[in-house]
């Protein structure tokens, strides 16, 4: 094995090393504020804490953002095309799966003017329109194949495991397994929200008269749903455009890498 093999190896493991490291502060982070959200919950069922519902809701909407902050920083230290076109993509997709969750909310608190999913349940019943552009928002979230999420997570997860292979940044295909079940996890969740507020029982009167989205509110939300379906179903408009970009970005990456191990002792 020639001296410039052996000290490029050692890059790479120095490069796996601190990702590793980066890694397990943010699992740690993420854990932290899951237990934190879920002991506001508890708290909530056992003394109906209104303001511990409050809190709790803020650190689940902490949890979700770090699972996103997750993956792009898996997608980006891949630092091959696939994981960085993923990333780039997924930033997107989540500006507009979160800003499409942000008006559907609004919108219900402007007819409840409350945020509690206690006081709804069997939302579908009198609010179909709503809870049919509700489900493409939350399936998008969830990165349901055909929808926006799915694009930009798979294109993460191929980056990253092929960034796990022997010549590979992160020399393991754990992190890409971690992360596949990181979407597992945020299915869960989000397929609890819209249990909890549009199926089952109509369980409170206050719900009986509410109106379903009128045509202001249904024009505000289609252009997001469009993009949601545009990305899903065909995506490489966006890969073409920021191709070139990347692969420049990877070449000059690479680059840098190839000095460093030549200018080691």
Not at 67 to 88: E, H, M, R, W
């Amino acid at each position: 094995m020639s001296i410039l093999t052996i000290t490029n190896l050692t890059f790479r493991e120095a490069w796996r090393k601190k990702i590793f490291w980066l890694a397990l502060v943010l699992g740690v982070a993420f854990l932290i504020l899951f237990a934190i959200g879920f002991h506001f919950i508890l708290i909530e069922v056992t003394q109906n804490s209104r303001s511990a519902v409050t809190r709790g809701t803020a650190f689940v909407n902490i949890l979700s953002n770090e699972v996103t902050g997750v993956f792009l920083i898996l997608g980006l230290f891949a630092i091959n095309s696939l994981g960085i076109q993923g990333g780039i993509l997924q930033m997107v997709n989540h500006g507009i799966s979160t800003g499409a969750l942000f008006l559907v909310v609004g919108m219900l608190y402007e007819r409840r003017h409350t945020r509690d999913m206690d006081e709804f349940g069997g939302l579908w019943k009198i609010m179909p329109i709503y809870g049919a552009l509700t489900l493409i928002v939350a399936l998008s979230s969830m990165g349901l194949p055909g929808l926006n999420g799915f694009v930009g997570e798979f294109t993460i997860l191929l980056g990253a495991w092929q960034a796990g292979g022997i010549e590979g940044v992160l020399q393991t295909n754990w992190f890409a397994a971690l992360a596949a079940l990181g979407v597992i996890l945020a299915a869960v969740y989000i397929l609890f929200m819209f249990q909890k507020l549009f199926l089952g029982p109509l369980r409170k009167d206050e719900n009986r008269n509410l109106l379903d989205l009128n045509w202001r509110e249904i024009i505000t939300l289609v252009p997001l749903i469009v993009l949601i379906f545009w990305i899903g179903l065909y995506p490489q408009p966006f890969f073409n455009l920021m191709a070139a970009s990347v692969d420049q970005l990877v070449v000059s990456l690479e680059t840098a890498q190839s000095v460093a191990v030549a200018g080691l002792p």
